[in-house]
């Protein structure tokens, strides 16, 4: 019964930045992370962020992306600037739980286009 929805996609010239939400029903104990596939048609990971507020990040976007979480508003985003080409995308909110009830959701993902 979880609906993870995104949203905040689109087309920017390289350079520029966008900022993606995600919107989560299960909240608490939750992992959450932004994937996208390129054009090789290979989901991977872009940032992950615990509950606990641990980030982790793709080396690709190391120094450009920020995963952020707001739990009040049952929230997640990813900040992204300095975007490239090799950036564009479909891009992914996952909605994961490692402990007793596990659960994993994926979003519908929203399009990302970096190009001039």
């Known amino acids: 019964q979880e609906q993870l929805v995104e949203s905040g996609g689109g087309l920017v010239q390289p350079g520029g930045s966008l900022r993606l939400s995600c919107a989560a029903k299960?909240?608490?104990?939750?992992?959450l992370g932004w994937y996208r596939q390129g054009p090789e048609m290979r989901r991977e990971l872009v940032a992950t962020?615990?509950?606990?507020?641990?980030?982790n990040y793709a080396d690709s976007v190391k120094g450009r992306f920020t995963i952020s979480r707001d739990n009040a508003k049952n929230a997640a985003y990813l900040q992204m600037n300095s975007l490239k080409p090799e950036d564009t995308g479909v891009y992914y909110c996952?909605?994961?739980?490692?402990?007793?009830?596990?659960?994993?959701?994926w979003g519908q993902g929203t399009q990302v286009t970096v190009s001039s």
């Open positions: 996952r909605n994961r739980r490692f402990v007793t009830p596990t659960f994993d959701y």
């Open positions: 299960m909240f608490g104990a939750n992992t």
């Open positions: 962020i615990t509950s606990g507020g641990i980030t």
